[in-house]
């Protein structure tokens, strides 16, 4: 989870009028974990603009494979040089758990390592922790070009 706050010299209508620009809403949070909404912009989501706060995901692909998503929360708030943008960036229910099954194999790979001592216990290990690695490094990808979209999205810097 990364949490970023932002200054901007726009005011919160104008920025959630650029966020009604980017994004396809949908009524509930079930619709952001939806593969069948399809959508040609960049986000799906929940705006509420009488408390200025959202909450985005990319649309998924029906047939990509992608088992990495990133949810973003964000809060608007008013200051006198223009807006602050509290954003939170997490993964989705799915990808947590994904993440956490691939953690736990390498914790059960580790312990049946120390009972039994054989090359298979150790190629297993090693192949567990480059899934693994692999996987916290595709996420932290997937972070980053979301942090990106939205930055680009609302002109933040």
């Given at each position: 989870m990364r949490t970023i706050i932002y200054d901007s010299t726009d005011k919160p209508e104008q920025i959630m009028s650029k966020l009604k620009w980017t994004t396809e809403q949908v009524s509930n949070?079930?619709?952001?974990?939806?593969?069948?909404?399809?959508?040609?912009k960049l986000w799906l989501g929940i705006l509420h603009e009488n408390q200025n706060t959202f909450k985005l995901a990319e649309p998924r692909k029906v047939f990509a494979l992608n088992p990495f998503r990133v949810i973003i929360k964000g809060t608007i708030r008013d200051n006198t040089k223009g807006s602050e943008l509290t954003i939170n960036f997490k993964p989705d229910f799915?990808?947590?758990m994904f993440l956490t099954v691939l953690f736990l194999g390498v914790i059960v790979s580790f312990f049946g390592l120390i009972q039994e001592f054989g090359l298979e216990s150790?190629?297993?290990?090693?192949?567990?922790?480059?899934?693994?690695?692999?996987a916290f490094a595709l996420y932290s990808y997937k972070l980053k070009k979301s942090q990106e979209m939205i930055e680009q999205a609302l002109h933040l810097e």
């Open positions: 949070s079930f619709g952001l974990s939806s593969t069948s909404i399809s959508s040609h799915k990808t947590a150790i190629l297993g290990i090693i192949s567990f922790i480059v899934i693994l690695s692999l």
